[in-house]
């Protein structure tokens, strides 16, 4: 059976759909107006994104311009946009810094992110894993993709729906 987001590919044996960067039939407008009913039914006052005057002092509102560019080049930030829009409703939150990019999800005891940056011209993923796993660019606590990698979309859909499924949980001294 023929996968509905890569036709040339076939569907996972685990049973489980992969968590792709491809929309659902979801338009922009609908996931606002989720986004508004699920803020509205929460009574939520959590802001979308930090104030200005709210940012640690490493944080900036600016990636660097050579981190920007890989982060383009590898449309992490685009395939990130349809998962906050599809699977999180838009309660999710970017945050820039310098060095990378960030997605943050849940409150209290239950936030999550995904934390992505950029070293020597590479994209490094988070882990929420300890200990080297079976990815030949796995580092026990991160993924580090070289430019190679990072340009294959195959590559940042599995790695950005391996962190959607298992995401890094803040730790409590943040």
């Keep these: 059976m023929a996968n509905r987001h890569y036709p040339d590919k076939q569907e996972p044996q685990s049973g489980k759909s992969p968590i792709l960067g491809q929309g659902h039939g979801l338009s922009d407008e609908e996931g606002l107006l989720i986004q508004q009913m699920i803020r509205e039914e929460q009574h939520s006052a959590r802001a979308l994104h930090i104030p200005q005057e709210d940012l640690a002092q490493e944080a900036t509102t600016r ?22 829009r ?45 200990r080297k796993c079976a990815k030949p660019y796995c580092t026990g606590t991160h993924h580090v993709l070289m430019p190679d990698l990072y340009m294959n979309i195959d590559v940042i859909n599995q790695e950005l729906g391996d962190c959607f499924r298992r995401p890094v949980y803040e730790r409590s001294d943040d």
């Design 86 to 130: 599809d699977y999180l409703y838009g309660q999710g939150r970017f945050d820039e810094y310098k060095d990378g990019l960030l997605l943050k999800w849940g409150d209290g005891y239950s936030r999550k992110h995904i934390w992505i940056t950029v070293e020597n011209g590479n994209l490094i993923f988070e882990t929420s894993h300890a």
């Design 63 to 84: 990636m660097s311009p050579e981190v920007a560019r890989v982060i383009d080049a590898s449309r992490v930030r685009q395939v990130l946009h349809m998962f906050n």
